[in-house]
């Protein structure tokens, strides 16, 4: 068997959701600057009433067997990547063989260890995976050495619920009665905003404790926006409230600054979403940055890099908890490794909604938990009846 041609299916469709879909964004690093600081949340394009367009991209990785290994959403600068640079690595070659495929792709990629060449080696990855699964009629947790087990808990992520307090005491009881027992929100505030934005932050942290009583698990995310002083003073303030972890307090590469906050802090660390390869997370490691792991399986190497950061995440008794880009591919991961590793799933409501959106079979936690489809390769089937146009993308003859 080889591979003969990689496909790129940009869709179009439209969701229904009631308006609005997006009601709150995170903190982002740039919001120091006013001009960043007071943009809103602008993730989809909305038609109105309602309704709201989907775009996605998806990558087919076609056989001379037949066989067609499925991966996406991915993004169109992902997309082009793939056409341009990494086909020509891959066609001919033999789909099985995905080490080999990821080394060549990595040592070709030399200027792309991390960032969106890393994430395009991802998609293609996961692709291989999809097909191997498919091509030997085995889920993809079985060919990673699973099942450990076939179900687990998930937490729910709420990016895009709004953070006023009546809100988001609603919606953490809701999620709480969904059965979830943990849940993360996201601030919005950092330390450009001042005492009000501190006080802001403490009120959501116990607006939630309130809300969801002691048996619910709250983690928080500052998404790289805060600085040493202000995650430290901030951690310490926070421990009241009982929170699980404070994720992502600076950005990536500040790995001293990491280890800082996590030596004066109360809560755990976690982090890892915007580190890459199994060669980033070893300085992770080895400076005793963070309590948690948490690499994007679409980003950050793809399944295959995702199990070795695993392997090595169990040498230091470090829980590895995947950022929830793919619902599918995560669920496999963890199903493969044991519990002490990947003790539970992350599932960002609002995303996850997105990134599904064009799949068959949405894998969805039922009662805070998640059931691994036992289909072949990863489980997942483009549901074409959602498609109302498309095209295949070739970036080739630009």
Not at 30 to 45: F, N, V, W
Not at 94 to 121: F, N, Q
Not at 162 to 176: H, K, Q, Y
Request: hydrophobic share 40%; aromatic share 10%; with cysteine.
């Amino acid at each position: 068997m080889k591979i003969t041609d990689l496909k790129l299916r940009e869709l179009n469709g439209v969701m229904e959701h009631p308006d609005p879909f997006w009601e709150e964004r995170l903190v982002r690093p740039q919001d120091i600057y006013p001009e960043y600081r007071k943009e809103g949340a602008d993730y989809s394009t909305s038609l109105g009433d309602g309704r709201y367009a989907i775009r996605a991209v998806f990558l087919e990785i076609h056989t001379s067997d037949g066989v067609i290994g499925l991966s996406g959403p991915c993004s169109r600068s992902e997309a082009f990547i793939i056409d341009t640079a990494l086909r020509p690595l891959l066609v001919g070659k033999d789909p099985l063989a995905i080490e080999r495929l990821w080394d060549v792709m990595y040592r070709s990629m030399i200027h792309g260890r991390k960032g969106e060449t890393m994430m395009a080696i991802s998609v293609v990855d996961c692709g291989l995976w999809d097909l191997k699964g498919k091509a030997l009629d085995m889920p993809v947790y079985t060919l990673l050495g699973g099942p450990t087990r076939t179900q687990f808990p998930a937490y729910a992520s709420a990016l895009g619920f709004s953070i006023d307090p009546e809100d988001a005491a609603d919606r953490a009881a809701w999620i709480a009665d969904q059965g979830y027992t943990a849940t993360k929100w996201f601030f919005r505030d950092g330390p450009t905003d001042g005492r009000d934005g501190e006080r802001r932050n403490l009120e959501l942290a116990g607006t939630l404790r309130e809300a969801v009583g002691d048996d619910v698990d709250i983690m928080l995310d500052a998404w790289s926006s805060w600085n040493v002083p202000y995650a430290i003073k901030m951690a310490n303030r926070l421990a009241e409230y009982n929170i699980r972890w404070l994720e992502e307090p600076v950005m990536a590469d500040k790995l001293d600054s990491y280890a800082e906050i996590r030596r004066n802090s109360p809560i755990d660390i976690s982090g890892g979403e915007h580190e890459y390869t199994r060669w980033g997370f070893r300085q992770v490691v080895e400076k005793y940055a963070m309590d948690v792991l948490q690499p994007d399986i679409y980003w950050c190497g793809g399944i295959s890099e995702t199990v070795k950061i695993c392997a090595l995440a169990s040498a230091f008794d470090l829980p590895v908890i995947p950022h929830g880009h793919s619902s599918h591919a995560t669920a496999h991961v963890i199903a493969s490794q044991p519990p002490t590793t990947t003790p539970i799933q992350e599932f960002l409501i609002k995303w996850n909604a997105v990134h599904q959106f064009y799949l068959k079979d949405p894998l969805v936690p039922v009662g805070g938990t998640i059931t691994v489809p036992d289909s072949p390769g990863l489980g997942i089937e483009l549901d074409e009846s959602k498609v109302e146009s498309e095209r295949e993308l070739d970036f080739r003859n630009m």
